[in-house]
């Protein structure tokens, strides 16, 4: 009956007052009213009052039947004896001798009912509170179980792949095995105390739900220690995820990650506004801080003059076809280089200064001289404080790990929400036109398995974001296949003419280094090879009149997981995580606004543990209130609100507002444990008074309703472990779709939250360690001084470019004498002794000295040792790994896992190494050695 209403209702949609009535009651419903609460009771007891009044009735009646017949039979026991059960007869109970006496009974009935019903209830509890201060209650297990999704705890076996059914969701309960999880589209905040287990018994079950669900969720995590990151990756990696870290402990064991390269796409596809504002929403996170107070000026100045910067960066690199040296360490080296150098000028003897003459020299209007405008119009002494504090906010970018690290690019960021998508250029004369898009099954029938409309934008460029799933779990057998067809098909609507584009697809296998060939993790996959993301296209057919640039297709089926690893115990670098987060969300939202739904094909989640440890996200009250429109859901796992309002200041309040979940595990902040304890609601109370002294024989006692809290601040302050408050005040509808109130939920006792260890330890084992897995580094070997800008086109003075020039020509002449010493002293062949050098006097020295960095290796270095050492000793030995590495004094084994070591941060073994070359550290092949 409910589900032909609702296709009633929703077929009816002009009638809108259909779609707002429902035929069922919800509890909690009507306002409080002490005549609709006692309504139930009064009727209850003039029942019980007329069935007793029957029972009398029927019993005078079978007595008067009884006097009756014994004038018949003599006597009661000849009554008895022959004629009982006339005497009792159901018939009995209508024999009413007149109507006078029916309707006596009647009113009696009422009467005696309602006068029993006050008589019970005065002065009772139903007639004194009945919720007019309060109504709320918690949720009971079995709303829970009509308003939630109930999954197993776990997998049944390891790794455990599609356990259930559609997607996952945070666990809001648990009771007798199975998980509650809420899979709605919802923003969460999770309240917990250091040690309070905010991570054991919420975000490493999340972890686990989301990457066993049918439907597989994108996820990016903030991971201070690297702890969640050692405990999932292998599970994540056999359940088929594409596992990545953004690793600012140690970034030589890191995925590479260039935050500029946003602001290139932008400024390359002739987008100089866009490229601006990505480019401010950088330097917003470098010196944004809600206390600067009066230091204000300094710091939105600064932000300003480095947004200026990266923008004519930006611009003079891709104009001199030099796009890979756009980096933030460029950026910094030409803060530092420009903004020293002043000089007299000839005719005024004001001085100048080069960063000021450059953006003074740009066409008007031009985006980088708006944004550095205030800087240009300030003082000399107030320059110098601002370039100071702009130097002081790229200060993450001049240390050289950092500097490589952001320098390149491993990962597509627009993957971990579109995983599939495609782009190129056609002729600018189409600009505005659309043109269709299909994927063909390379068979007979050439069966059309999906087909899309694109649109021509800017410059001739389109890009198409498709999923021929739709958001289900993928098939691959339904979906696109090796040697399938790509075709483009534009039909001139004034000519008729149709122009074709038509590829074939060819899947490439991935390789490692070595050439070998990289195989699937995800298990019962393991035998197959690993396909590259980018798809070769073969072109078949072109009829079009230009193309700039053929089609490029991306296509994985693969969900992403990217966990940051920032350190707890140095926060100079935690703003390069709050830029990552934050660009990740412009890229999904910008591609969602282009995309069928306005949304993330693949659903991502934020899971950002500390988050009020992370520097301030810009705009990050703006991004909760319409992220989830984007499909892209935020999970902020906080101490207490007082660092949301430390952070963000008064936009706290919108991005509280906008989690529509907040989880309370233990805190001990006063002002959030009040919020929480008035958000659980109130309910009325009766509260007793009496007026007795000792010896009286009358007093009077009073009854007053009184409001008090659901759940009180001291019962939150005590929470016992596992215990969960959840305020979940947009969940307004059960599994059924009926509407429900959200009444709070408190799990405790049978509903208590099992910890990690207790079931999950075989899936997510946090006893394993970050130091004994080895990331991938893609900028690892990179070299700094390649990667160096000449800014010498920047200095407008002739006298001081000359300057610039000669002293950058000496340096380079001096490398270059050092380049030609190391090569005409390296060994002449690979592992063996170079004749012109003398052999070690102690060939044992050199290989005991060998055999010493082996035991090194073995048994590693702990973390204390690893932050004790000193950033110049880094410093020398990244300059020691480049001599190393260009003169070829290092290509064996052993060597090799040196360079790994040294890459590591291993300054002990480093030494060793050093030392090892000191005294002819070449080692033979055939040596026996590693």
């Not at 018949?72 to 006339?86: E, K, L, P, R, T």
């Not at 004194?128 to 308003?147: C, H, L, N, P």
């Not at 910890?755 to 075989?762: D, G, M, T, V």
Request: net charge negative.
């Amino acid at each position: 009956m409910k589900r032909w209403w609702r296709q009633l209702t929703s077929n009816n949609s002009g009638q809108s007052g259909l779609a707002h009535t429902h035929h069922y009651s919800v509890d909690g419903e009507n306002l409080p009213d002490r005549s609709n609460g006692n309504k139930k009771q009064l009727y209850l007891t003039i029942g019980l009052v007329a069935i007793l009044i029957t029972m009398i009735h029927f019993f005078a009646m079978s007595i008067r039947r009884m006097a009756m017949l014994s004038s018949q039979y003599g006597s009661v026991f000849s009554v008895i004896n022959n004629d009982s059960i006339a005497i009792f007869r159901m018939s009995n109970l209508f024999a009413v001798p007149t109507f006078t006496l029916f309707i006596g009974y009647i009113v009696g009935g009422v009467v005696a009912g309602w006068w029993l019903y006050s008589k019970m209830n005065y002065g009772g509890e139903p007639d004194i509170a009945y919720g007019q201060k309060g109504d709320s209650r918690f949720t009971t297990i079995d709303e829970i179980k009509k308003q939630y999704r109930a999954i197993p705890n776990s997998a049944d076996e390891y790794p455990g792949i599609a356990t259930f059914d559609g997607i996952g969701g945070i666990p809001v309960s648990h009771y007798k095995g199975k998980y509650y999880i809420d899979r709605d589209t919802v923003n969460s905040a999770i309240l917990g105390v250091s040690r309070s287990g905010k991570g054991e018994t919420t975000i490493t079950p999340m972890i686990d739900i989301l990457s066993r669900a049918e439907i597989q969720t994108s996820m990016v995590l903030n991971d201070p220690k690297g702890e969640l990151y050692a405990a999932s990756k292998d599970t994540l990696e056999a359940r088929g995820y594409n596992v990545e870290v953004l690793n600012l402990q140690d970034p030589m064991q890191s995925m590479s990650y260039n935050p500029l390269q946003l602001v290139i796409d932008a400024w390359v596809q002739g987008n100089p506004e866009e490229a601006s504002k990505r480019a401010n929403s950088i330097a917003f996170t470098l010196y944004n801080d809600p206390n600067m107070g009066e230091n204000a000026f300094f710091y939105t100045t600064a932000q300003s003059a480095v947004t200026a910067i990266i923008l004519t960066l930006v611009e003079h690199c891709v104009e001199t076809d030099q796009v890979e040296k756009i980096t933030m360490g460029n950026v910094a080296n030409m803060l530092n280089t420009l903004g020293q150098l002043n000089w007299a000028d000839d005719n005024t003897g004001q001085e100048k200064n080069a960063l000021d003459e450059w953006f003074k020299g740009l066409p008007s209007g031009h985006v980088a001289q708006k944004r550095y405008g205030a800087t240009s119009f300030a003082g000399a002494k107030t320059r110098g404080s601002i370039l100071s504090t702009a130097n002081d906010g790229l200060q993450p970018f001049v240390d050289p790990s950092f500097v490589k690290m952001t320098s390149r690019n491993s990962m597509d960021l627009k993957q971990i929400g579109f995983p599939k998508y495609l782009n190129g250029q056609l002729s600018e004369a189409l600009v505005n036109e659309r043109v269709e898009v299909s994927f063909v099954r390379n068979n007979e029938e050439r069966t059309l398995i999906k087909e899309y409309r694109v649109k021509i934008k800017a410059q001739g460029r389109f890009s198409l974001n498709f999923d021929e799933f739709e958001g289900d779990a993928p098939n691959e057998e339904d979906g696109i296949q090796p040697g399938d067809f790509l075709l483009l098909k534009y039909i001139d609507s004034e000519t008729n003419k149709a122009s074709r584009l038509i590829y074939q697809l060819n899947f490439q296998v991935k390789t490692a280094k070595n050439g070998d060939t990289v195989m699937k993790k995800k298990a019962g996959e393991e035998d197959q090879p690993q396909l590259e993301r980018e798809v070769v296209l073969e072109l078949k057919k072109n009829t079009f009149d230009k193309v700039k640039q053929h089609v490029r297709l991306m296509y994985s089926n693969q969900p992403t997981a990217v966990f940051m690893i920032v350190p707890d115990y140095d926060s100079s670098n935690h703003a390069l995580a709050s830029i990552f987060t934050k660009q990740l969300y412009t890229e999904l939202s910008s591609n969602a606004v282009e995309t069928k739904g306005n949304k993330c094909f693949r659903r991502v989640q934020y899971i950002l543990d500390e988050f009020g440890n992370m520097p301030p996200i810009d705009d990050m009250d703006q991004v909760m209130t319409v992220c989830l429109g984007r499909n892209i859901l935020f999970n902020l796992v906080l101490q207490s609100f007082t660092q949301l309002e430390r952070k963000y200041g008064e936009a706290s309040d919108t991005i509280k507002e906008n989690c529509q979940n907040l989880i309370y595990i233990m805190s001990k902040n006063e002002d959030t444990i009040e919020e929480i304890s008035k958000q659980a609601g109130e309910k009325t109370e009766i509260s007793i008074s009496s007026n007795e002294q000792h010896g009286d024989l009358d007093n009077s006692i009073s009854k007053n309703a009184e409001s008090i809290r659901l759940i009180s601040p001291t019962r939150l302050r005590q929470f016992i472990e596992g215990e969960q408050l959840i305020i979940r005040s947009l969940h307004r509808q059960d599994l059924e779709r009926n509407k429900v109130r959200p009444y709070p939920i408190f799990n405790t006792k049978d509903t208590v939250m099992p910890y990690r260890y207790q079931f999950l330890s075989r899936w997510i084992d946090t006893d394993k360690e970050l130091n004994e897995i080895d990331i991938p580094s893609k900028h690892a070997m990179l070299s700094l001084e390649e990667l160096t800008v000449d800014f010498a086109p920047f200095i407008r003075n002739e006298k001081e470019r000359r300057a610039y020039e000669g002293k950058n020509s000496d340096m380079k002449k001096e490398k270059q004498g050092k380049e030609k010493y190391q090569m005409d002293n390296k060994p002449k062949g690979p592992g063996r002794p170079n004749p012109n050098k003398k052999k070690s006097e102690n060939d044992k020295t050199v290989k005991d000295l060998a055999k010493k960095m082996k035991d090194y290796l073995k048994r590693g270095i702990d973390s204390d040792q690893m932050t004790s050492f000193d950033r110049n000793i880094a410093k020398r030995l990244d300059k020691q790994l480049s001599i190393v590495i260009e003169t070829e004094q290092l290509n064996t084994p052993f060597n090799e896992e040196c360079i790994s070591l040294l890459a590591k941060h291993s300054y002990e073994m480093a030494d060793l190494l050093n030392e090892l070359n000191k005294r002819g550290g070449y080692l033979d092949e055939d040596d026996g050695s590693d």
